[in-house]
């Protein structure tokens, strides 16, 4: 799948790192969840999902209470473990998000990677990050096919 690219030219997830509580634990930098309510170690993927944590509360104002980090799920039989889902309500996943590391450039491998997991989750919209690079997508599965958009609404929209 070729992916015609069209960045989110409106985020800056840097604008957030003000926002991020670190630690240390056994001597080892860590970093605070607020939806998973601990410290992880401190590693550049991990960085990215918390910038984009807080971009979905702060401006797209998503509540804490729908979503979900760090779930497994079963993909041809295998386990595997998304970055972050968010859901509509209780039961209705809307986002699916793929974190990179700010040094891992995001090509057609990653969105492949983010759409091949889809095909278990079946979540219709897909945001996918860097943290330098951000990329929004909804997904039309009757068609098989995708939407590149330009803008994330904010919660309340969905």
């Known amino acids: 799948m070729e992916v015609k690219l069209k960045k989110l030219n409106n985020i800056s997830l840097d604008n957030y790192l003000e926002h991020l509580r670190y630690g240390e634990r056994e001597g080892k930098k860590t970093i605070f969840d607020p939806i ?3 410290h992880f170690i401190l590693a550049p993927e991990e960085v990215t999902r918390q910038l984009v944590i807080q971009y979905f509360l702060r ?5 804490e209470n729908l979503i979900s980090v760090e779930k497994s ?12 889902v968010l859901y509509k309500d209780a039961h209705t996943p809307i986002i699916l998000v793929e ?3 700010p040094s891992i450039p ?6 492949e990677q983010v759409a091949n997991y889809n095909l278990a989750l ?7 990050s860097n943290c330098r690079e ?3 997508f909804e997904l039309d599965f009757d068609k098989k096919d995708y939407k590149s958009l330009e803008t994330i609404a904010l919660y309340s929209s969905f």
């Open 73 to 84: 799920f079963s993909l041809y039989g295998q386990q595997r473990r998304y970055d972050i």
């Open 106 to 111: 995001l090509t057609n491998q990653t969105f």
């Open 99 to 101: 974190c990179k590391a």
């Open 59 to 63: 401006v797209v104002l998503w509540p």
């Open 134 to 136: 951000n990329y929004f």
């Open 122 to 128: 079946q979540i219709p919209y897909l945001f996918v």
């Open 36 to 38: 998973r309510k601990r």
